[in-house]
């Protein structure tokens, strides 16, 4: 990637997390930690390596984005505003009566959310399933999909990675966002998942292993992934809950939902009164 290239999505994932916040913000609280984690991958697959046209949102070639942890929407939200798939103005509503922007993803209210969630573990399912009839179509189109770690101890995600490994998914690129907390706690000292890399590997799993945060590492592992042929790719993603915002971080488990003053959101994202 070169230099413009990665400064330009390094930026917009920055301004990408002011919309987050301002959108959590506006309503009060909501799922933070989860939401910034994955900002970066976002970034590139809708700046750069992914293949959408918000013009044509339901285009049949596009490539499909499933976020499986559907908590993490406020995200995605953030992107698909700033992409123009819908009003900016519309960031102002998240999760209030009437929305088209629920707190977690639902494809029959938000236009370019491609799968509907919020039940743990079912995703990945959809995912597989949406890269498994690009197959029999014969379409090029790729599927993205993003898991948690704490979802990641559901065992519907085991049997979906079984079959995705078993069926030779290569149109399919698995991302965990692996910050080692969920709602209870701690990953490892609820149920731990380690050695991930290993486990993913026996599911016969083409297996990256990468800084979550480092865009250039994002868009290599997915390069990575639409060169290899014949398996599934999972890209495990090293993150921080809640990264880019200090006082997100600072809370690391309960970062996960928590609420946001008013001069909270609007010092970070430095807009005055409305």
């Given at each position: 990637?070169d230099k413009d290239k990665l400064e330009f999505l390094q930026t917009k994932a920055v301004e990408l997390r002011k919309i987050t916040i301002e959108m959590i913000g506006r309503l009060g609280s909501g799922h933070v930690g989860?939401?910034?984690?994955?900002?970066?991958?976002?970034?590139?697959?809708?700046?750069?390596?992914?293949?959408?046209?918000?013009?044509?949102?339901?285009?049949?070639?596009?490539?499909?984005?499933?976020?499986?942890?559907?908590?993490?929407?406020?995200?995605?939200?953030?992107?698909?505003?700033?992409?123009?798939?819908?009003?900016?103005?519309?960031?102002?509503?998240?999760?209030?009566?009437?929305?088209?922007?629920?707190?977690?993803?639902?494809?029959?209210?938000?236009?370019?959310?491609?799968?509907?969630?919020?039940?743990?573990?079912?995703?990945?399912?959809?995912?597989?399933?949406?890269?498994?009839?690009?197959?029999?179509?014969?379409?090029?189109?790729?599927?993205?999909?993003?898991?948690?770690?704490?979802?990641?101890?559901?065992?519907?995600?085991?049997?979906?990675?079984?079959?995705?490994?078993?069926?030779?998914?290569?149109?399919?690129?698995?991302?965990?966002?692996?910050?080692?907390?969920?709602?209870?706690?701690?990953?490892?000292?609820?149920?731990?998942?380690?050695?991930?890399?290993?486990?993913?590997?026996?599911?016969?799993?083409?297996?990256?292993?990468?800084?979550?945060?480092?865009?250039?590492?994002?868009?290599?592992?997915?390069?990575?992934?639409?060169?290899?042929?014949?398996?599934?790719t999972a890209v495990i993603m090293d993150t921080i809950k809640g990264y880019g915002v200090p006082w997100a971080e600072e809370r690391k488990v309960g970062s996960h939902s928590f609420a946001i003053t008013e001069q909270q959101?609007?010092?970070?994202?430095?807009?005055?009164?409305?």
């Amino acid at each position: 990637m070169d230099k413009d290239k990665l400064e330009f999505l390094q930026t917009k994932a920055v301004e990408l997390r002011k919309i987050t916040i301002e959108m959590i913000g506006r309503l009060g609280s909501g799922h933070v930690g989860g939401s910034l984690s994955i900002i970066d991958l976002l970034t590139d697959i809708y700046y750069n390596a992914g293949r959408m046209n918000p013009e044509n949102p339901k285009d049949p070639d596009r490539d499909r984005v499933v976020i499986s942890k559907g908590h993490a929407g406020p995200g995605l939200y953030a992107v698909l505003a700033s992409k123009g798939y819908f009003p900016m103005d519309e960031i102002k509503t998240l999760n209030k009566g009437g929305t088209h922007l629920p707190s977690h993803c639902d494809m029959n209210k938000t236009v370019g959310v491609d799968m509907t969630a919020g039940s743990l573990g079912q995703g990945l399912s959809c995912a597989i399933g949406m890269a498994l009839a690009g197959k029999m179509d014969k379409k090029d189109y790729r599927v993205y999909c993003v898991i948690g770690d704490g979802e990641s101890q559901e065992g519907q995600i085991w049997e979906a990675l079984m079959y995705a490994g078993n069926m030779k998914l290569d149109n399919l690129t698995i991302f965990i966002d692996y910050n080692r907390m969920q709602i209870d706690g701690y990953t490892d000292e609820i149920n731990s998942l380690d050695p991930l890399d290993d486990k993913f590997r026996a599911f016969n799993l083409n297996t990256i292993r990468i800084n979550g945060h480092d865009i250039a590492a994002i868009d290599d592992a997915i390069n990575a992934a639409k060169a290899c042929k014949d398996k599934c790719t999972a890209v495990i993603m090293d993150t921080i809950k809640g990264y880019g915002v200090p006082w997100a971080e600072e809370r690391k488990v309960g970062s996960h939902s928590f609420a946001i003053t008013e001069q909270q959101w609007r010092e970070f994202c430095g807009k005055e009164a409305d």
